[in-house]
């Protein structure tokens, strides 16, 4: 039975959803609520039954179902209250969401709310693909989906194009039942998964890694996939004549990239960046007051483990807000991704924050040898050596509140090679 009036509502069950509202109701916040569209929570988790998860929440290396289970039966342990099959239509400024499902339409007033709706992946229209669009053109996740929730396999001669993750593990589970997978083309010259998924799902199948190179070319025009073509692709990502390569397929998988689901917080008047994220502070608030962003929706993890760890910090901030222990007058920092940099969260921080920052980032391309800085305008405030930063994985740093209290501007962060 859901009731008119909650501290905290929780919308989307995922493992940031489930993290969070643990969180929170260990921090003496008692009434919970978590709203999920599925029939289960847990989200993605569900179907990644392959290993990897786990070794910083829990200790152990799990599957993404065991994963789940730890969570969903932390929540059942801490009675918070959760509903299934339940969509929220929209969220108001003043924190009032809308919700229906079978039973009915649900007006919920929430003193804050913690919104973690995953993200979703990029298809065929998303990045244009060249040709025809027969069946048999589908993203890593779906054939996820079909192969590990429904028992469904989606082709038998498959060529991924993208080398994120899902599309990786991918690989080596259709190799596992039965597949031939011809290989993988990826755009930019260096992979944009984790190495581990490079070595484990690709390197020991003796699947192919095409770097710079992308499909040309999709044939099916009588409805189904027959083949594709790729092709060598320049410094400026355009198609080399003369170096196709065609591969008679059924199967092209998409794995292309993850964008965050955050049409509700758009909707809601939530200011977003550039990746579609909402603008969070340094206590992962957006720019409504007491509506908090974790996990993919904010922007996209490496680890289901980080994921859980961010949204187990943002319990904490919510916490303080509920017993108002946060300012309201506060005066800002901007935070500004610099040469180097694709993005860097939070993307502002308070001018009177008595918290220590974690900064999370990306560099835009793998580079070795390397300084991150931290500037206010031209001033360097902080100097730190890495030896290798690769787009694939989060970079975190954090600075103290001493640190803090030396920017007066904004903070940049940036990266350049070491002299």
Same mark, same amino acid.
């Given at each position: 039975?859901?009731?008119?009036?909650?501290?905290?509502?929780?919308?989307?069950?995922?493992?940031?959803?489930?993290? #969070?509202?643990?969180?929170?109701?260990?921090?003496?916040?008692?009434?919970?609520?978590?709203?999920?569209?599925?029939?289960? !929570? #847990?989200?993605?988790?569900?179907?990644?039954?392959?290993?990897?998860?786990?070794?910083?929440?829990?200790?152990?290396?799990?599957?993404?179902?065991?994963?789940?289970?730890?969570?969903?039966?932390?929540?059942?342990?801490?009675?918070?209250?959760?509903? +299934?099959?339940?969509?929220? %239509?929209?969220?108001?400024?003043?924190? %009032?969401?809308?919700?229906?499902?079978? =039973?009915?339409?649900?007006?919920?007033?929430?003193?804050?709310?913690?919104?973690?709706?995953?993200?979703?992946?990029?298809?065929?229209?998303?990045?244009? !693909?060249?040709?025809?669009?027969?069946? #048999?053109?589908?993203?890593?996740?779906?054939?996820?989906?079909?192969?590990?929730?429904?028992?469904?396999?989606?082709?038998?001669?498959?060529?991924?194009?993208?080398?994120? =993750?899902?599309?990786?593990?991918?690989?080596?589970?259709?190799? !596992?039942?039965?597949?031939?997978?011809?290989?993988?083309?990826?755009?930019?010259?260096?992979?944009?998964?984790?190495?581990?998924?490079?070595?484990?799902?690709? *390197?020991?199948?003796?699947?192919?890694?095409?770097? @710079?190179?992308?499909?040309?070319?999709? =044939?099916?025009?009588?409805?189904?996939?027959?083949?594709?073509?790729?092709?060598?692709?320049? *410094?400026?990502?355009?198609?080399?004549?003369?170096?196709?390569?065609?591969?008679?397929?059924?199967?092209?998988?998409?794995?292309?990239? +993850?964008?965050?689901?955050?049409?509700?917080?758009? =909707?809601?008047?939530?200011?977003?960046?550039?990746?579609?994220?909402?603008?969070?502070?340094?206590?992962?608030?957006?720019?409504?007051?007491?509506?908090?962003?974790?996990?993919?929706?904010?922007?996209?993890?490496? +680890?289901?483990?980080?994921?859980?760890?961010? @949204?187990?910090?943002?319990?904490?901030?919510?916490?303080?807000?509920?017993?108002?222990?946060? @300012?309201?007058?506060?005066?800002?920092?901007?935070?500004?991704? @610099?040469?180097?940099? #694709?993005?860097?969260?939070?993307?502002?921080?308070?001018?009177?924050? %008595?918290?220590?920052?974690?900064?999370?980032?990306?560099?835009?391309?793998?580079?070795?040898? !390397?300084?991150?800085?931290?500037?206010?305008?031209?001033?360097?405030?902080?100097?730190?050596?890495?030896?290798?930063?690769?787009?694939?994985?989060? %970079?975190?740093?954090?600075?103290?509140?001493?640190?803090?209290?030396?920017?007066?501007?904004?903070?940049?962060?940036?990266?350049?090679?070491?002299?």
């Amino acid at each position: 039975m859901i009731k008119k009036n909650y501290d905290l509502v929780v919308i989307g069950g995922g493992s940031a959803g489930m993290a #969070g509202a643990i969180e929170a109701r260990k921090l003496g916040i008692q009434d919970i609520l978590i709203i999920e569209k599925n029939d289960y !929570l #847990g989200g993605i988790l569900n179907q990644c039954v392959h290993n990897g998860f786990g070794l910083t929440e829990f200790k152990e290396e799990l599957t993404g179902p065991e994963f789940m289970t730890r969570l969903s039966s932390q929540v059942e342990e801490l009675k918070i209250d959760y509903v +299934l099959n339940t969509t929220v %239509t929209s969220l108001l400024p003043n924190k %009032t969401i809308y919700a229906s499902n079978q =039973d009915g339409f649900y007006v919920i007033n929430a003193k804050s709310v913690l919104v973690t709706t995953g993200c979703y992946e990029r298809n065929a229209g998303a990045i244009m !693909l060249p040709g025809d669009r027969p069946s #048999g053109v589908v993203t890593a996740g779906t054939a996820q989906l079909y192969l590990n929730i429904y028992g469904y396999l989606v082709g038998k001669r498959v060529f991924i194009l993208g080398s994120g =993750d899902i599309g990786l593990i991918m690989a080596r589970r259709l190799t !596992l039942e039965g597949a031939k997978v011809l290989g993988v083309a990826e755009l930019c010259p260096y992979s944009n998964g984790l190495n581990r998924n490079i070595v484990q799902c690709l *390197e020991d199948f003796h699947i192919p890694l095409y770097l @710079s190179h992308t499909v040309s070319d999709v =044939d099916g025009a009588d409805g189904i996939l027959h083949s594709i073509t790729i092709s060598k692709v320049d *410094e400026r990502n355009q198609i080399i004549p003369g170096t196709e390569k065609k591969y008679e397929c059924d199967t092209l998988l998409l794995s292309v990239g +993850l964008i965050p689901n955050s049409p509700l917080l758009r =909707d809601a008047g939530v200011k977003l960046a550039r990746n579609k994220g909402a603008i969070v502070n340094e206590r992962y608030e957006t720019s409504i007051s007491g509506v908090f962003s974790a996990g993919n929706v904010l922007h996209v993890h490496d +680890l289901v483990d980080l994921v859980t760890k961010e @949204s187990r910090l943002v319990a904490h901030f919510i916490k303080e807000y509920l017993d108002g222990k946060e @300012s309201s007058q506060d005066k800002y920092l901007d935070v500004i991704a @610099s040469d180097g940099v #694709g993005y860097v969260l939070p993307h502002k921080v308070s001018c009177n924050t %008595t918290h220590d920052v974690t900064f999370k980032f990306r560099v835009r391309k793998p580079i070795k040898d !390397l300084n991150v800085i931290f500037l206010d305008k031209d001033n360097e405030i902080k100097r730190i050596f890495k030896t290798v930063l690769i787009p694939s994985e989060m %970079t975190e740093i954090t600075l103290t509140n001493e640190e803090l209290k030396k920017f007066k501007n904004n903070i940049t962060v940036k990266v350049e090679k070491k002299a």
